[in-house]
């Protein structure tokens, strides 16, 4: 009895730990928040607190979030006085905001009323440059050279004196428009001159990017400057700059600073009918914090379904969670919301929040009957390849297979026969693919206990390992074989 109870206990705790949530440090990532007061597009900064933005651009700093860029090494920079500066961005649902205050000896630009795709590019002269991509919302990039947007906020001389020149004097380089968009076609842009260098400034529309900004979105940004000195060559640093967009630091767009959220729906479109599912995410920024619930509301707020979830996140941690949502569970077709509501500091709120439309219901497809003996509606050759992965997902729980005593009698009736054959002729012809026959001898030695098997099998390995043809995924299926 004591054995039987012993076990059940083990069994409770161990399915408790299979549908607790997932919580985990919280990864590096900068909040771009939203501005505390209308921001307007004149390049003076007014409304910006540079002097604590993380974005510190220097060819002389330590910070390893630093770099330069195809630089010229006879025409290093020659410290930051001679080029540096800071950046800051912030958002709201309609734009992407960039801020630059550059320090440069000798200012090099655009005309100041310089369309986005006019002018040289960011590197063509004295800027401010931007990489931004989203995973989540693949963003329309503004250049046919590169698949995101990489944004060029460049200085031009403003005022009745200004103390800068424009880059060139040649029409054919100052006024040249094509197909490059240095900024998108709708943004807003503005810059002034200082007595160190330069501000610039931007607004860039989500609409020019065909982003959706919400609360909790997940960015990857950095920052690279350009400095063009006359009759030297260009130098460029920048502030996390990699080039590959994954390769740069996590952004995440904030309504507050104390808690972030995210809510991800397995499918935009849902019949009334079909069982979906909801990702949901609790950054704890500033202390503890409570995942409560996730709902799905309608237009007017009110509530069509909700799961209560009660998951606890520490502070610095990220706690996430994944729901079924049952077919039915909302069952009028519509547009509607899947907010996420947590708790911190005793109050209320939805921090993160997903569109989802639900359509009519669809009828259920037909059911394909397999012959007598087959697993799956496939090739006996199709069943032995997949026998293993249907068995790892676990689908003994769906009467798939319930048992060894289901397939192995199929795979001695239709495979093996033909399964001697295909290796010999594997060997013969040095196949790429024969490490996969290599798994298919080892299944089979295990069940007929035939050394023929076994020979085969280290057949297929040695050509293999001669060819030197082997990825990471040959390896390691090699490795698993020995």
């Avoid at 295909?422 to 007929?448: E, H, N």
Wanted: negative net charge.
């Amino acid at each position: 009895m004591k054995r039987w109870t012993l076990l059940l206990t083990t069994l409770v705790l161990y399915t408790g730990a299979l549908q607790a949530a997932d919580i985990r440090k919280t990864p590096t990532q900068y909040l771009i928040l939203k501005p505390s007061r209308p921001i307007t597009i004149d390049g003076k900064l007014d409304e910006w607190d540079m002097a604590n933005t993380p974005y510190k651009i220097s060819a002389t700093s330590k910070d390893p979030l630093n770099d330069i860029h195809s630089n010229d090494p006879t025409n290093s920079v020659k410290g930051d006085d001679d080029f540096s500066g800071r950046a800051a961005l912030a958002w709201d649902e309609t734009y992407l905001y960039v801020a630059g205050e550059m320090v440069d000896d000798h200012l090099l630009g655009v005309k100041p009323d310089s369309f986005g795709n006019q002018g040289p590019p960011g590197w063509g002269c004295d800027s401010l440059m931007v990489a931004v991509a989203s995973y989540r919302q693949p963003m329309k990039t503004n250049s046919p050279f590169q698949p995101t947007p990489f944004i060029g906020v460049r200085y031009a001389p403003t005022g009745a004196s200004p103390r800068g020149k424009l880059i060139s004097e040649n029409p054919g380089v100052i006024d040249k428009r094509d197909l490059y968009w240095v900024l998108t076609e709708n943004s807003k842009w503005g810059a002034t001159e200082t007595p160190k260098g330069y501000n610039v400034e931007a607004a860039i529309p989500w609409k020019d990017l065909e982003f959706v900004a919400r609360p909790g979105e997940t960015l990857f940004i950095a920052f690279l400057a350009a400095d063009i000195d006359p009759d030297e060559a260009l130098n460029q640093v920048g502030w996390a700059f990699k080039g590959d967009p994954k390769d740069h630091p996590i952004h995440r767009l904030a309504d507050r600073a104390d808690v972030l959220g995210s809510v991800t729906v397995s499918s935009d479109e849902v019949p009334a009918n079909a069982t979906w599912a909801v990702r949901v995410g609790l950054d704890a920024v500033k202390g503890e914090a409570s995942l409560d619930q996730v709902r799905v509301v309608d237009p007017s707020g009110k509530v069509a379904t909700e799961k209560k979830l009660g998951v606890k996140v520490s502070q610095g941690m990220t706690g996430v969670e994944v729901i079924d949502i049952g077919a039915g569970a909302v069952s009028k077709p519509g547009a509607y919301a899947v907010e996420a509501v947590v708790s911190i500091g005793g109050k209320s709120a939805v921090i993160a929040r997903a569109p989802v439309k639900i359509v009519e219901a669809k009828p259920e497809p037909p059911t394909v009957k397999n012959l007598p003996g087959e697993i799956h509606h496939m090739g006996p050759d199709r069943v032995a390849h997949n026998a293993f992965m249907e068995h790892r997902e676990g689908f003994y729980k769906h009467n798939f297979v319930k048992s060894s005593e289901d397939y192995i009698p199929y795979i001695r009736k239709y495979v093996e026969p033909g399964l001697k054959g295909a290796v010999q002729q594997a060997i013969k012809t040095k196949s790429p693919w024969g490490y996969v026959d290599s798994f298919r001898c080892m299944a089979l030695y295990k069940l007929t206990k035939d050394e023929e098997y076994v020979q085969l099998a280290r057949d297929v390995m040695d050509y293999t390992l001669d060819a030197g043809d082997l990825g990471w995924f040959k390896l390691t299926a090699m490795a698993q074989y020995r």
